[in-house]
């Protein structure tokens, strides 16, 4: 099994920042694909932007140039810098990972409120 935790959410004015962080535990060989998640009440969950083991990168439209993840092999944990905040931007994010390009794994959600 995998187990994934996730950190970094709250509240936050607009244009401010927030990093949320998500460490995976457990069986992680054959994890591949690192990414974070986002539904708003009322909307389906999006890809807000993922990271390969080798580094690849990929963003939604809304929020590149804003948001960057990265990724600590070391510490098997990825992260979601959110910068220049938006009132859209209010979600609960969810972590996922998936192995083997198959089967995915996902965290219980944080919620980040943008809100002045």
């Known amino acids: 099994q995998v187990q994934l935790v996730e950190s970094g959410g709250g509240l936050v004015q607009p244009g401010g920042s927030l990093r949320l962080s998500c460490a995976v535990s457990?069986?992680?060989?054959?994890?591949?694909?690192w990414g974070w998640y986002r539904q708003a009440l009322g909307k389906q969950r999006e890809l807000v932007a993922s990271?390969?083991?080798?580094?690849?990168?990929n963003y939604a439209g809304s929020v590149k140039g804003r948001f960057t993840i990265s990724r600590d092999s070391a510490k098997n944990t990825v992260y979601l810098q959110m910068n220049n905040l938006r009132v859209r931007d209010t979600a609960v994010y969810y972590c996922?990972?998936?192995?083997?390009?198959?089967?995915?794994?996902w965290g219980q959600g944080i919620q980040v409120t943008v809100s002045s």
């Open positions: 996922k990972v998936t192995r083997f390009n198959t089967y995915d794994y």
């Open positions: 457990g069986n992680i060989f054959g994890i591949k694909t």
């Open positions: 990271i390969t083991n080798d580094g690849n990168t």
